[in-house]
């Protein structure tokens, strides 16, 4: 798994079909997590021959 760190602003603007670049191989699905909870699933791929995120599903109630 890679990772990456965005700024506040930035992930405030992310919504479905966004993408979040990592460094780190594509195929597979991520689950982004902050503070123990579960705010988004995505899929690893790549943009640009830079590896990426592209956001599949925000989860709302923030599940665990």
């Known amino acids: 798994m890679g ?7 930035s992930f405030l603007k992310l919504e479905v ?9 594509s195929g597979g699905n991520v689950r ?10 995505g899929e690893i791929g790549a943009d640009n021959n830079k590896f990426s995120v592209k ?10």
């Open 17 to 25: 079909g966004s993408i979040i670049k990592l460094n780190t191989v």
């Open 32 to 41: 982004m997590v902050v503070s123990g909870k579960k705010l988004l699933v």
């Open 3 to 9: 990772e990456t760190y965005i700024t506040v602003g």
């Open 55 to 64: 956001i599949a599903d925000i989860t709302k109630n923030n599940e665990k």
